[in-house]
């Protein structure tokens, strides 16, 4: 069996190619850039994925048995497509837990992710969802202030999140693609504790061995700061889900547990695998 990882470039992606090889299975990884997949061990087979081209999409899939698929809206039928052409059984879709969450009928993530489930769903091929809430890497954008040596400047400190560590995500994704157990489950992957901005940003500074001061700063001043690298749309998102979980922690999901048979990696833990990041 042959299993097509597109997206193999991302952390997700990456990690599920892994994952599967440490299973004894055979990978294709897609990218748009395969050039650039130079982590990857040789016996990987890498090519293009152009979710625009049709006569690439029927190279790309042929002989494939199974994908782990990152949700394109754009090119999301045209695989369906072809993908039954060519026989596959089962699409893993990484989605969202956004769909689940208030406001996901406006939310621009939500929408995006959830017109992938649905092309899936009507696609008449086998499919898992894993809907991961939101990622620890995300507090990757903390660290250029972190090895500077400047304050965190937050509108909401004491807003909860519960961070996700990607191994967990591909984990997931990895079972996912190889038991039968999850075909047609939507798997909700949480990090194990919800947790407030300023206490992620203390276990940032404790694996890093750096001091980590938060700045409050008000709202308006935050969404300048997030426009300058995220569209206004998404910016207003991040905006409202933060104020809607100010001093609110949320419950977290056991599907980590029932999936994987042990609990899901705590936030402390992806600080310390990602220390150097922040020195
Ligand atoms: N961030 C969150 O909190 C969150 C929460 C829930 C769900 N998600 C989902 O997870 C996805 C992000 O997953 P991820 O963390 O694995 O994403 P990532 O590392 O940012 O990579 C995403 C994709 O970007 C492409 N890419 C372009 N340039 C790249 C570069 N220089 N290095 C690496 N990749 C590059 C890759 O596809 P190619 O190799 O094909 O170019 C890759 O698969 C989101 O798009 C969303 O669907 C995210």
């Known amino acids: 069996m042959t299993i097509l990882v597109t997206g193999a470039r991302g952390r997700v992606g990456a990690a ?8 004894g299975e055979k990978v294709r990884a897609a990218s748009t850039d395969p050039d650039s997949l130079t982590a990857l061990p040789d016996e990987v087979e890498r090519t293009r994925l152009d ?18 698929l990152y949700a394109q809206p754009a090119g999301a039928a045209r695989l369906t497509e072809a993908a039954a052409a060519a026989g596959a059984g089962h699409i893993v879709l990484l989605s969202s837990l956004a769909i689940d969450t208030d406001g996901a009928g406006t939310s621009p993530i939500a929408q995006q992710h959830l017109l992938v ?11 898992t969802f894993v809907r991961p809430g939101g990622f620890a890497t995300n507090a990757l954008q903390w660290a250029p202030d972190v090895r500077a040596g400047r304050p965190l400047r937050l509108a909401y400190p ?4 519960e961070p996700v560590h990607e191994s967990d995500v591909a984990d997931v994704a990895v079972r996912a693609l190889l038991d039968e157990a999850h075909r047609g489950a939507t798997l909700r992957v949480t990090g194990p504790q919800s947790l407030p901005a300023r206490r992620q940003a203390e276990l940032v500074a404790a694996a890093a061995g750096r001091e ?57 833990r992806w600080a310390k695998d990602n220390a150097d990041a922040f020195r």
């Open 158 to 161: 004491e807003t909860y999140s």
């Open 212 to 268: 980590v001061l938060v700045r409050l700063i008000s709202p308006q001043e935050y969404r300048e700061q997030l426009t300058a690298f995220l569209p206004a749309p998404l910016a207003d998102t991040l905006l409202d889900y933060q104020a809607a979980r100010d001093g609110r922690p949320q419950k977290t999901s056991d599907d980590v547990q029932a999936v994987l048979g042990r609990p899901a990696l705590s936030f402390a």
């Open 117 to 127: 489930e649905d092309v899936l769903r009507a696609s008449g091929l086998g499919w």
């Open 51 to 68: 979710l625009a081209s049709p006569q690439n999409l029927r190279e790309v899939l042929h002989g494939i048995q199974k994908i782990f």
């Open 16 to 23: 599920v190619v892994r994952g599967l090889l440490a299973q």
